[in-house]
């Protein structure tokens, strides 16, 4: 973090709690996701704030797993979370999980029975929900809520022991029915499960809520600052009662403003919802705000961090426009991208006065940004190139500085060219463009004293390799889709994907999952690590070179230039 911004509102608590001996000056944080999912971009704000707030102030971070519900939760999750916290670039202390702590829970459970402060209830979820009362009414206790100490030890320990169904019977705290706060009245702490939990397996059949579960277990691993989004606020008060009533280590809640992206959805169940009707290939679908995703696509770590830190830390929730994140990317490819040449939509350029079957070999360097150019490689140069469409024009407009009879461009790190006349076939589309070049005028060594304004990118056809280029895009077509009206996949874009055969210089043939490309001229790009091989280049299109979005979308259109 940058030592000359000013201070967010949680560093500040942070180094008021250092000055006054807090903890005796001591930082420790958490990261407490829930395996029932990927990791998207939302949680990757939490990760840089955790991890970035303990570095900070040279303390810790633990990795916990709030692994509460076995029906949801799987190893594969477990997986996928510890691989993109490192890759973001952070170590935990302490890899933890909430179900390290069951028989610790339940102790604290059974020392709240024993207070007369919890009791066992038979009631159904929506004779409970019923009871709690409105905002503006107060909950009724009901006959259950008077039962001994002795009684609710006795049915609490049956519901462990497996004698009754799912459904049939709950542990809630007796708290506070007429607080104003909703999670005040008589909470729940305990719910019957038969299901097998990927750690303890059919260990356990009962098992802790939330609300029970995160505040011990914060207490119990002596964390200074629990770190949580702003819809935990009204779970504060819960939080702080049952540390006080147990009397634990006085960990404390605070609470900052969630990330919410634009042209997606943050919500793990309606990103589930995508995977499994198949609107998306995966949770590592280039298209999905997953950090696998994202990762996928091309993004870099640096970037994704680069972005937390720009948004910054607040305590009211705001709309995040994604070109925020287009920049970093873009920001930081510029300068680590090694530059190649790939035609997306090629025509087929002749160079008549080449002579035939004569191959040079030229030069290109990997970065320009970068002194020294990071090295570079060989390009093969030939009587045959393809070139894109799109720099050819038969009638050329005046200001076109590229391909049309009499027009003269430069080939990138190649020799000018002059258009002579071009081929259609028989279907009135150009085939063929007829040029000659003038062999003086090679990049690094020109003596032609011919000046031209146009400089375009190429492949040499006998050298070329194939690869598809997959064009990826928002994945919805409106701001917010979950605030529309009817199903939000209803607004799902449908030009999020455009997959196309495109001609990649030979040395592409090397390119590696991770690395980032500019394909010059068209935009960065990432060979795919999913289906990617020797035998057929897949690359993801990260981003483009400049924003076109905002431009399209005014003119009511979709895709992004």
């Not at 994604?322 to 490819?333: A, N, Q």
């Not at 970065?367 to 894109?388: A, K, M, T, Y």
């Not at 795919?528 to 280049?537: Q, T």
Request: aromatic share 10%.
């Amino acid at each position: 973090m940058s030592e000359e911004r000013s201070l967010n509102f949680l560093e500040e608590i942070v180094e008021e709690d250092i000055s006054a001996g807090k903890h005796g000056g001591r930082v420790l944080t958490r990261f407490p996701p829930e395996p029932n999912g990927y990791l998207h971009i939302g949680h990757a704000k939490s990760i840089c704030l955790n991890f970035g707030l303990a570095k900070r102030y040279g303390g810790k971070t633990n990795l916990r797993f709030d692994d509460t519900n076995p029906v949801k939760e799987d190893v594969a999750y477990v997986d996928s979370i510890k691989e993109d916290v490192k890759w973001l670039g952070f170590e935990w202390a302490q890899e933890l999980y909430a179900s390290d702590y069951f028989d610790k829970l339940y102790e604290f459970a059974v020392a709240l029975i024993k207070k007369g402060l919890a009791y066992v209830d038979d009631s159904t979820a929506e004779e409970i929900a019923k009871q709690k009362g409105t905002p503006t009414e107060p909950g009724t206790p009901n006959q259950y809520r008077s039962r001994s100490v002795d009684e609710n030890l006795q049915l609490f320990a049956d519901m462990k022991a497996g004698k009754y169904p799912d459904g049939a019977k709950v542990l809630r705290a007796k708290a506070d029915l007429a607080s104003p706060n909703m999670h005040l009245r008589d909470p729940l702490m305990y719910r019957i499960k038969h299901a097998h939990h990927h750690r303890t397996g059919h260990a356990w059949c009962i098992y802790p809520m939330y609300d029970f579960a995160h505040g011990q277990s914060d207490a119990i691993e002596q964390i200074t600052h629990s770190i949580c989004t702003l819809e935990f606020v009204p779970h504060r008060a819960l939080y702080e009662w049952f540390i006080e009533q147990l009397e634990l280590f006085p960990s404390r809640q605070y609470e900052f403003a969630r990330l919410n992206l634009n042209y997606t959805v943050m919500s793990k169940r309606k990103l589930l919802q995508l995977v499994e009707e198949g609107h998306v290939e995966d949770w590592d679908d280039p298209r999905m705000p997953t950090i696998s995703g994202l990762r996928r696509r091309g993004y870099t770590p640096h970037s994704i961090r680069d972005f937390c830190e720009r948004i910054g830390v607040a305590k009211r929730e705001n709309m995040i426009d994604v070109s925020l994140l287009e920049f970093c990317i873009r920001e930081d490819l510029n300068k680590t991208a090694w530059r190649r040449m790939a035609v997306l939509d090629p025509v087929k350029l002749v160079i008549t006065n080449y002579p035939e079957g004569q191959t040079d070999t030229l030069f290109g360097e990997n970065n320009p940004e970068v002194e020294g150019g990071e090295g570079g490689r060989e390009i093969p140069f030939s009587r045959e190139l393809w070139i894109e469409r799109e720099d050819f024009m038969e009638e050329p407009l005046k200001k076109f500085f590229r391909l049309g009879v009499g027009l003269s461009v430069r080939l990138k790190n190649a020799y000018i060219i002059t258009c002579n006349e071009f081929v259609k076939d028989s279907e009135g589309n150009v085939a063929e463009i007829h040029c000659t070049y003038i062999p003086e005028s090679k990049s690094g060594s020109d003596t032609s004293g011919i000046h031209v304004k146009g400089t375009i990118h190429w492949v040499s056809i006998p050298h070329a390799k194939t690869a598809e280029i997959r064009l990826y895009d928002r994945l919805f077509r409106v701001e917010d889709p979950s605030s529309e009206d009817g199903d939000f996949k209803e607004y799902l874009n449908p030009d999020s994907l455009n997959i196309i055969k495109g001609y990649i210089e030979p040395d592409l043939a090397n390119a590696v999952a991770g690395k980032g490309y500019q394909f010059i001229r068209k935009g960065y790009f990432s060979l795919d690590s999913k289906h990617s091989s020797a035998e057929k280049l897949v690359f993801n299109r990260t981003v483009t070179l400049k924003d076109g979005w905002s431009q399209q979308a005014s003119k009511g259109g979709l895709k992004s230039s």
